[in-house]
Nanobody
Framework: QVQLRESGGGLVQPGDSLRLSCSASGFSLEPYTVGWFRQAPQKRREAVACISSRDGSSWYPDSVKGRFTISRNASLNGIHLSMINLKPEDTAVYYC????????????????WGKGTLVTVSS
């Protein structure tokens, strides 16, 4: 059964760090584009970190650039999202996803999603 499972979310204070993990079962993530997305209450889901299958390059939106780092973990058959200097506006449910067809990292293009892990940044 194909499945993605996130872990590592929790309640942290502003300025803290957190690392999220995502493991895949039923298929190998290695060849495909992978990404982390988040959705805050009453907001649309957005991409926050991606690794393209085209050339292995990473992409981040300006809102998290320099604070978030995406990486692959071959032994886990998964990916991580390392987050530093967290801000209250980072509060959201974080999802990992993969696009097995294209090198793009778009919300409407990812074909497998995890169920998400909640990150709350609050003092």
């Amino acid at each position: 059964q194909v499945q993605l499972r996130e872990s590592g979310g929790g309640l942290v204070q502003p300025g803290d760090s957190l690392r999220l993990s995502c493991s895949a079962s039923g298929f190998s993530l290695e060849p495909y584009t992978v990404g982390w997305f988040r959705q805050a209450p009453q907001k649309r889901r957005e991409a926050v970190a991606c690794i393209s299958s085209r050339d292995g390059s990473s992409w981040y939106p300006d809102s998290v650039k320099g604070r978030f780092t995406i990486s692959r973990n071959a032994s886990l058959n998964g990916i991580h999202l390392s987050m530093i200097n967290l801000k209250p506006e980072d509060t959201a449910v974080y999802y990992c996803a993969t696009d097995r067809i294209t090198p793009e990292c778009r919300v409407d293009g990812m074909d497998y999603w995890g169920k998400g892990t909640l990150v709350t940044v609050s003092s």
